[in-house]
């Protein structure tokens, strides 16, 4: 066959001339990329000081060097592998992604149920005003399919060389981007390619916001995540999407845990008459002169090898009783919550009960145990917030503030000295957080969890037999059982091998008594629970447990604690009431209602008012009247999610006057109940009775002879 030399030598010429294009290609982009570097770091050193900081001087750890095709688009090759980021075209690369991340028909919102308003609180009964208005009218509209032309939050896994951030925006208003990118190296590539310095420009001329999670790894990944969402506006969640960028393991692993632990991002924000009454009940034990804890107190100084128990009412405490019943002289016992009610009947008494929860039905779980004798000199520790019925049972009683409460946001930031009593961290969602957090805030260095199961392996053995949960013949209360089995869905590592059901609350008390731990290194704690896996403790059978400890003088060590530890508050309700910044509240309160009243019912009006009013709360959060913050950021963050939920649910034309107009006139009117009601805070102490006592078993002074 013959060859046509000239066709050759054409295919030859061509490849000689893309060559050469490719060369002046590159010759231009070597000139050009480092002038876009100095750009975008003057950029930063402007809006993100903290990046500049980072790659002023920046070494990559990985080799690569930047090249291009005839097309001139700057692309990555990694000189270990040899490998481009992108093909032939980054650009459409980048441009098709987004289309099609656009036009998913996926994004995340919430769903609102109907609550039970057992104590007629004003933040229920409108959220649940809310719900039947979305049930009823929702049913009849259209509803959103693919991405709208905005979008409340974006979750970005991976910067690339950022060439798909245009496009997006291109595509889309996103009021709050969050970016993902664990290749320090890559995120150094992309202030050599992506246009940052216009990028910020925009953003800032537009209030939109940007968070860089750069370096990340899942163990710091979430802690950083909420933090950055607390300060921006925790409700933005409810509506967002998320999609990675380029494959890499790093990246798939922050995905996987961003999707297995979400729910801590709707976590723990709290409710305004919650709120009320905290500062009530705080006021009043306050008033009442309960000693409160004191900042640097620890056991260990003067009892330096005691140990201490954590006794929690989970399942496993029933195989613990033995144990604990033989052993109860060699350790300061501290039973946690409705663990008593199980330690009585087995014939313990504990030598502190810790309780966290501030409704009155607390105080009134200690009227079943019909035996105010057992009761009387235990020593009773709790947070500030709890209901003040509680001292009627106890002859000493010592109280921590609880961190992020009101009422200790009041009292630190306008009262000289309080800085000399301690708070307590971590103490929530359980009591057993707050058994745990006064263990190690006391000066404990070795702690032993017992019944702190934080879930269960069988739905009808889901507490301590022993328990008040269970009718005299150890078998489980129907309507207690429902309550608690309801919502256990979660499979978690179990302590001792195996997975245990839990529930969102079950997780987020794990995280944090995780949490506690790694702040407490010097603790030795040891999980003698049948139950949840919690990193930082040792798993470690109760029977396992050394048999070295000596017998506790305790009345020696509690006298010692009480004593020392614990001080009344020297101040009154007046002075406390002279703090409340009433008229501060009233004017926040009527700026927001005034705004409401006018907001044309527009996706973008109303994210941009939701975004002001947020940044109200958060500038009052760093003044003297930070506790109004506390007050309100939960129950914002709950009705600007619903909000929020409903503007990006829903495409029809119909939707402003059927439900959004209807759902901004409910949430007014919440706003209106608020301003009314905090007036009288300091005495929304609550007095109402909770139907659900009525379900657990009555205890006998007939208990176990052993009880002492």
């Known amino acids: 066959m013959s060859v046509n030399i000239d066709t050759v030598l054409a295919k030859a010429e061509q490849e000689v001339l893309r060559l050469q294009q490719q060369a002046e290609q590159e010759a231009a982009m070597a000139a050009a990329l480092p002038l876009r570097f100095e750009q975008n770091m003057a950029a930063f050193r402007q809006h993100i000081p903290h990046i500049a900081d980072i790659y002023e001087a920046y070494q990559p750890t990985r080799p690569f060097r930047f090249f291009c095709n005839e097309n001139g688009i700057p692309n990555l090759l990694w000189l270990d592998e040899n490998t481009a980021l992108y093909g032939a075209d980054p650009f459409q690369s980048a441009q098709e992604q987004i289309n099609q991340v656009l036009n998913r028909p996926f994004i995340h919102r919430f769903n609102f149920g109907m609550s039970n308003n057992l104590i007629n609180q004003v933040h229920v009964q409108y959220l649940n005003k809310l719900c039947e208005l979305y049930k009823n009218v929702g049913e009849k509209l259209n509803k959103l399919t693919g991405v709208p032309d905005s979008i409340p939050m974006v979750m970005m896994f991976g910067v690339g060389l950022g060439y798909q951030i245009s496009y997006l925006y291109e595509k889309c208003n996103v009021k709050n981007l969050l970016i993902f990118e664990p290749d320090l190296d890559l995120f150094y590539a992309s202030l050599f390619t992506f246009d940052w310095h216009s990028l910020l420009q925009h953003l800032n001329r537009e209030n939109l916001g940007l968070h860089l999670f750069l370096g990340q790894d899942e163990d710091s990944l979430m802690e950083d995540l909420i933090t950055t969402l607390h300060k921006r506006g925790d409700f933005w969640i409810s509506g967002m999407f998320a999609f990675w960028h380029y494959p890499s393991e790093k990246i798939f692993s922050l995905v996987k845990c961003v999707e297995k632990e979400f729910y801590l991002l709707k976590a723990g924000w709290g409710f305004f008459d919650d709120n009320l009454f905290a500062l009530a009940h705080s006021a009043k034990n306050i008033e009442n ?15 330096p090898d005691l140990p201490a128990m954590v006794i929690g009412n989970g399942p496993s405490l029933d195989e613990a009783i033995p144990f604990i019943k033989k052993n109860k002289e060699k350790f300061i016992l501290f039973a946690c919550g409705s663990s008593i009610t199980a330690l009585h009947k087995a014939g313990v008494k504990p030598d502190v009960i810790v309780v966290v929860e501030r409704n009155k039905s607390t105080a009134d779980f200690f009227k079943l145990l019909n035996d105010d004798d057992y009761l009387r000199d235990i020593l009773f520790l709790s947070v500030d917030v709890i209901h003040p019925a509680c001292r009627q049972y106890f002859n000493r009683m010592g109280l921590g503030f609880k961190l992020c409460e009101p009422m200790s946001y009041l009292l630190m930031r306008n009262v000289d000295d309080m800085s000399d009593f301690a708070q307590l961290s971590r103490a929530n969602p359980f009591v057993g957080n707050t058994g745990l957090s006064y263990a190690v805030t006391l000066g404990f260095k070795d702690i ?21 949960y269970y009718d005299d013949e150890g078998e489980p209360i129907e309507q207690l059982t429902e309550l608690v089995i309801n919502s256990g869905d979660v499979p978690v590592p179990g302590n001792f091998g195996g997975e245990v059901t839990a529930n969102r609350l079950f997780c987020v008390s794990i995280k944090a008594m995780e949490s506690l731990l790694k702040l407490n290194p010097e603790v030795r704690c040891y999980n003698c629970s049948d139950g949840a896996y919690i990193q930082g403790s040792t798993p470690l059978r109760i029977n396992a447990i050394s048999n070295d400890f000596n017998a506790i003088d305790k009345k020696v060590v509690l006298d010692h604690i009480h004593d020392n530890f614990f001080s009344p508050i020297e101040i009154d309700k007046n002075k406390i009431s002279s703090l409340m910044a009433f008229d501060v509240f009233d004017m926040l309160l009527d700026r927001i209602i005034s705004d409401w009243r006018v907001v044309e019912p527009e996706k973008d009006d109303i994210s941009e008012l939701m975004q002001k009013h947020f940044e109200y709360l958060t500038y009052v959060s760093a003044t003297r009247q930070a ?6 950021v939960g129950s914002i963050n709950y009705y600007f999610s619903f909000i929020n939920t409903i503007i990006y649910t829903f495409d029809d034309v119909n939707m402003k006057d059927d439900i959004v107009v209807p759902a901004i006139g409910i949430m007014i009117d919440f706003f209106e109940a608020v301003r009314a009601s905090y007036p009288k805070a300091l005495d929304f102490i609550d007095d109402l009775d909770c139907e659900i006592l009525e379900f657990y078993r009555k205890g006998s ?3 176990s002879p052993i009880c002492s």
Not at 448 to 468: E, F, M, R, T, V
Request: hydrophobic content about 25%; some cysteine.
């Open 627 to 632: 506790h109004i913050h506390r007050v309100l």
């Open 289 to 303: 002169r309960i000693p409160f804890l004191r900042e640097g107190k620890s056991i260990s100084s003067a009892y």
């Open 701 to 703: 002074i007939n208990r």
């Open 448 to 468: 032993y969890l017992c019944g702190i199961d934080n879930g269960y392996k069988n739905s009808q053995h889901h507490h301590s037999k022993y328990s008040a």
